[in-house]
């Protein structure tokens, strides 16, 4: 089992395997790729597209897949998945990027906002009359990541909704498509670890649902969370995850769990779990 950081610095962090960088944020903002590093593009979330397009928006019956819709409660505005110029500016940025001697490419929000989009009139227009809205929804997502796929030459990554039962039906994610196109998945299971319980049925899920290599993503960043809680999710899903990724968004945050992880307190507690994943992994972190 792998170890991998994300920070807000596109520089790795030493002792990690590998470290991811946000190239593209789901705020809509590019920045300079980072070499030697997985370089993450956050997809339909993109607050700067819409800001500059209202017209990109997608659509449901509970109105607009915006942040100010009191209807929905989201984090981000959401451009429609079958805008051909928004996908066209996507695809040509996973291109250059993977230009830019990366190590991988992870897509980020490459889904629809949630169950009930898109409506919008293009949408409508393209779903054929014998076809389900689910099945549209699906072949316009893969589709959207065969050709990123495509676009790529480097392994590509896609970030997945951490909900193991209804991934097609509500974002329009179909794991088994992607299966095809790409190299390896990311799940994030973003909680409290004052309570592990649901992150072992979670990373036990996508580990039967997933047939490629699974990244299992726990969130390490401020308001900081005690050590020992992470160290109780990192158990809790280690049996089930290639890589464990610690997202702290701060650099400094994410050397200074390392050292943290590096404790002998923590090797105790995984010999007696026998958690091997991660004895062999404290193993090589502390050599
Ligand atoms: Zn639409």
Same mark, same amino acid.
């Given at each position: 089992?792998?170890?991998?950081?994300?920070? /807000?610095?596109?520089?790795?962090?030493? $002792?990690?395997?590998?470290?991811?960088?946000?190239?593209?944020?789901?705020?809509?903002?590019?920045?300079?790729?980072?070499?030697?590093?997985?370089?993450?593009?956050?997809?339909?979330?993109?607050?700067?597209?819409?800001?500059?397009?209202?017209?990109?928006?997608?659509?449901?019956?509970?109105? =607009?897949?915006?942040?100010?819709?009191?209807? *929905?409660?989201? *984090?981000?505005? !959401?451009?429609?998945?079958?805008?051909?110029? @928004?996908?066209? #500016?996507?695809?040509?940025?996973?291109?250059?990027?993977? %230009?830019?001697?990366?190590?991988?490419? %992870?897509?980020?929000?490459?889904?629809?906002?949630?169950? $009930?989009?898109?409506?919008?009139?293009?949408?409508? #227009?393209?779903?054929?009359?014998?076809?389900? !809205?689910? /099945? @549209?929804?699906?072949?316009?997502?893969?589709?959207?990541?065969?050709?990123?796929?495509?676009?790529?030459?480097?392994?590509?990554?896609?970030? *997945?909704?951490?909900?193991?039962?209804?991934?097609?039906?509500? @974002?329009?994610?179909?794991?088994?498509?992607?299966?095809?196109?790409?190299?390896?998945?990311?799940?994030?299971?973003?909680?409290?670890?004052?309570?592990?319980?649901?992150?072992?049925?979670?990373?036990?899920?996508?580990?039967? #649902?997933?047939?490629?290599?699974?990244?299992?993503?726990?969130?390490?960043?401020?308001?900081? =969370?005690?050590?020992?809680?992470?160290?109780?999710?990192?158990?809790?899903?280690?049996?089930?995850?290639?890589?464990?990724?610690?997202?702290? @968004? /701060?650099?400094? *945050?994410?050397?200074?769990?390392?050292? &943290? &992880?590096?404790?002998?307190?923590?090797? #105790?507690?995984?010999?007696?779990?026998?958690?091997?994943?991660?004895? +062999?992994?404290?193993?090589?972190?502390? +050599?």
């Amino acid at each position: 089992m792998k170890i991998a950081l994300l920070t /807000d610095q596109a520089k790795p962090v030493s $002792g990690f395997d590998y470290c991811f960088y946000e190239a593209k944020q789901v705020t809509g903002k590019i920045r300079k790729p980072a070499g030697g590093m997985f370089n993450i593009i956050t997809c339909f979330a993109d607050n700067i597209a819409i800001r500059e397009h209202p017209d990109w928006v997608a659509v449901s019956e509970k109105g =607009k897949a915006l942040r100010s819709n009191q209807n *929905l409660r989201l *984090l981000w505005d !959401w451009v429609c998945p079958t805008n051909e110029k @928004f996908v066209e #500016n996507m695809l040509g940025l996973v291109a250059d990027v993977s %230009r830019q001697d990366v190590l991988g490419i %992870r897509l980020d929000c490459a889904q629809f906002t949630r169950e $009930g989009f898109c409506r919008c009139n293009r949408c409508v #227009n393209m779903k054929k009359r014998e076809e389900s !809205w689910e /099945d @549209f929804r699906a072949s316009i997502i893969t589709d959207f990541v065969k050709q990123a796929a495509k676009a790529s030459k480097v392994p590509l990554m896609i970030g *997945l909704e951490p909900d193991p039962a209804f991934l097609q039906e509500r @974002f329009g994610q179909d794991v088994d498509s992607f299966s095809r196109y790409v190299d390896s998945f990311c799940v994030p299971i973003y909680m409290d670890y004052s309570i592990v319980y649901w992150c072992d049925i979670i990373a036990y899920a996508f580990r039967m #649902n997933v047939r490629k290599e699974l990244v299992i993503d726990l969130y390490a960043g401020y308001p900081r =969370k005690s050590i020992e809680d992470l160290f109780k999710a990192i158990l809790a899903v280690a049996n089930y995850a290639d890589t464990i990724l610690l997202s702290t @968004f /701060d650099y400094t *945050l994410g050397e200074h769990i390392m050292n &943290l &992880l590096k404790d002998e307190k923590f090797y #105790n507690v995984a010999r007696q779990r026998e958690c091997k994943p991660v004895l +062999t992994l404290l193993d090589r972190l502390r +050599t």
